[in-house]
């Protein structure tokens, strides 16, 4: 029987459907969201070059993921690891009724958008860790290599009913493990690739109102993301909705209060980024924990990820605009968090098997992402160099990648 009509005797629920809706235009929203929160932390010579990195990944990701990246996390499973290409290649079985081994009250071709919002920020939040020296053409072919071996690969382990982390238990509600670990550890595998920025770059912003009005964008497009992966319009949601907003209030005040205790004007652009640290670190649990829990893990995640940062600058790694010391420090705390804290399971309620599961499943998700983002960025430096040369990083990459500047008279570099 042809999948797009097996299951046609399922009904829609319209309440279901029009939140799902909702929640994929508010993802959707992230990406762009996250283009100015990158491009206003960097120099004003490679703004333009910024916001296209985030930008370009709506385009590639959505073209990739139709033809072969939905199939390859939610196809069939083979063994637990990986979807069979043919099950959904071009869409193919993907229709307008539900298919219950995901959601049962919502078109399966709504499931597969919204999950698509998720393929497409991952490699977008890479960028930022090799932001002001990496080649356009060459980061094009990484993200068609990374979406397809390691972003699909790890969504099918976390969220398809046989993946084999799903089945050990491993919990992970919105893509704490899947999107921000992966990226986390995918951006400093690509610091460490292409090496330090020839001129050490600068802790200085270019545009703090851009910094700002991404971060207002990312928290908004959060409730979409978290509250969204319940898959309804249900109570779960709403637990999830809440959670999300409380984590990161908390890990934005968190932020500038450390900044204060240790005797420095509380910056505006440390508020903004401990409210995403906060984000993140919820992301996992969202659904899972109490409103008390998600305040507890917020001021955990942001006091982790602010200590991080500034050991970070004091190595010899230019991961250009912290992406591992926040996504990826903020993603295992929360990723643990949710061990100790999760509903019933976790090591609060007296049974360590979940907590041991995710202690395990960070190493394995750790070692996967990080080195085999390491050979794809290989793979692709044989295939096109991925670093600028000298010249074209000192002179920006707005104008060697692109021919274009932000604006017709340019601020001071």
């Known amino acids: 029987m042809d999948k797009s009509t097996e299951f046609s005797s399922l009904a829609i629920n319209n309440a279901d459907t029009a939140w799902m809706l909702i929640a994929s235009a508010l993802v959707f929203l992230m990406t762009p969201g996250l283009a100015f929160f990158y491009g206003g932390m960097v120099r004003y010579k490679n703004l333009v070059s910024t916001l296209i990195q985030s930008f370009i990944t709506l385009g590639i990701i959505s073209v990739i993921w139709v033809l072969i990246g939905f199939s390859l996390a939610f196809g069939d499973s083979l063994g637990g690891f990986i979807g069979n290409p043919a099950s959904f290649f071009m869409f193919n079985n993907v229709g307008l009724q539900p298919n219950p081994a995901f959601s049962a009250t919502i078109p399966f071709a709504l499931f597969a958008v919204f999950q698509l919002k998720f393929a497409i920020i991952t490699p977008a939040l890479i960028t930022g860790g090799v932001a002001e020296r990496i080649r356009f053409s060459s980061l094009m072919v990484f993200i068609v290599f990374f979406s397809i071996f390691i972003y699909a690969p790890l969504a099918h382990w976390t969220w398809h009913p046989e993946g084999f982390l799903r089945k050990w238990g491993v919990l992970d509600f919105a893509g704490g493990t899947v999107v921000h670990i992966s990226a986390g550890f995918a951006a400093l ?8 920025r020839k001129d050490g770059g600068t802790d200085n912003p270019t545009n703090i109102p851009y910094i700002l009005l991404g971060t207002g964008l990312l928290w908004f497009g959060w409730f979409g993301f978290n509250a969204g992966s319940a898959l309804a319009a249900n109570e779960l949601a709403v637990k999830a909705f809440l959670n999300t907003n409380l984590a990161s209030a908390t890990a934005m005040v968190t932020w500038m209060l450390t900044d204060g205790a240790r005797g420095k004007k509380r910056s505006v652009v440390g508020a903004a980024v401990g409210a995403v640290v906060g984000l993140v670190a919820i992301t996992p649990s969202a659904g899972f924990v109490t409103v008390g829990q998600s305040i507890f893990i917020g001021c955990t995640a942001s006091l982790v990820s602010y200590f991080a940062t500034r050991l970070k600058s004091r190595s010899s790694i230019d991961d250009t605009l912290d992406v591992f010391p926040c996504h990826g420090i903020g993603g295992i705390t929360g990723m643990i968090l949710t061990g100790v804290f999760a509903e019933n399971v976790g090591l609060i309620y007296g049974d360590p098997t979940v907590f041991l599961y995710h202690l395990l499943a960070l190493l394995i998700v750790g070692a996967f992402t990080f080195g085999g983002s390491f ?17 074209q990083e000192e002179r920006g990459l707005d104008i060697t990648q692109h021919g274009e500047l932000a604006t017709d008279v340019p601020s001071s570099y």
């Not at 595998?189 to 330090?196: H, N």
């Open 189 to 196: 595998s690509g610091a460490i690739f292409l090496k330090k």
């Open 375 to 391: 050979l794809l960025y290989k793979l692709t430096d044989l295939i096109l160099p991925m670093r600028v040369t000298e010249i």
